[in-house]
């Protein structure tokens, strides 16, 4: 079974920087499988913010667009989102999603998930 492992969060100040990883534990790859970040805000719900299909298209909510940036290694081991120009609404957990069949919004229904990793952003 695939178990995803985020790393990467942590606190920044507003214009900062971070990036997130995913990983694929236990020798598992995601090479056939859509994968997609999700952020979620105090007290808000979980929302999807960036996307990879398996043929590589990606796709981002309005939100991110231009400062968030989704991307794989080659050995599809590894899921990467590079965030720059962060701002506190950006403040919340963040968790990978895989799945092989939902790709795009459907991702809401991913099979596999991480457990999260918080990221805050300070004025």
């Known amino acids: 079974q695939l178990q995803l492992v985020e790393s990467g969060g942590g606190s920044v100040q507003s214009g900062g920087s971070l990036r997130l990883s995913c990983a694929a534990r236990?020798?598992?790859?995601?090479?056939?499988?859509?994968m997609g970040w999700f952020h979620q805000g105090p007290g808000k719900d979980r929302e999807l913010v960036a996307a990879v299909d398996v043929d590589g298209s990606t796709g981002y909510a309005d939100s991110v667009k231009g400062r968030f940036t989704i991307s794989q290694d080659n050995a599809k081991t590894t899921l990467y989102l590079q965030m720059n120009n962060l701002q506190p609404d950006d403040t919340g957990v963040y968790f990978c999603?895989?799945?092989?069949?939902?790709?795009?919004?459907?991702?809401?229904?991913?099979?596999?998930w991480g457990q999260g990793t918080q990221v805050t952003v300070s004025p």
């Open positions: 999603a895989a799945d092989r069949l939902r790709c795009g919004s459907s991702l809401y229904g991913a099979t596999f």
């Open positions: 236990s020798g598992f790859t995601f090479g056939r499988h859509c």
